[in-house]
Nanobody, 124 residues
């Protein structure tokens, strides 16, 4: 069983940066694939980024490429989502999701564990 806890959401202005974290408990951290999803009000959940903890490789959605990055802090079993040049359309609840021994796939059904989500609001 893996327990995920996000932190770091908040209210920022367009053009600002924000870092959101996802701490993982109850698993060997380097076995995990960890993905970030977001869901804006009235919209479907959207894939944002994914990282293979053991390999360090990442993949991102076109909508955030060049602005958002993800990284790991192995010592703290934490994955960070660094969001730069934020836009009002980035406003959403951001959730991390994890799967042990992840080998591929980014769809929501792939992921076994989900965090509670953290709200990011970007004002114009």
């Amino acid at each position: 069983q893996v327990h995920l806890v996000e932190s770091g959401g908040g209210l920022v202005q367009a053009g600002d940066s924000l870092n959101v974290s996802c701490a993982a408990f109850g698993s060997t951290f380097n076995r995990l694939g960890v993905a970030w999803f977001r869901q804006a009000p009235g919209k479907e959940r959207e894939f944002v980024l994914v990282i293979s903890v053991s390999e360090g490789r990442t993949w991102s959605a076109d909508s955030v490429k060049g602005r958002f990055t993800t990284s790991t802090d192995i010592a703290k079993s934490t994955v960070h989502l660094q969001m730069n040049s934020l836009k009002p359309e980035d406003t959403a609840v951001y959730s991390c999701a994890a799967k042990e021994d992840w080998t591929g796939g980014i769809e929501a059904f792939v992921w076994d564990y989900w965090g509670q989500g953290t709200l990011v609001i970007v004002s114009p």
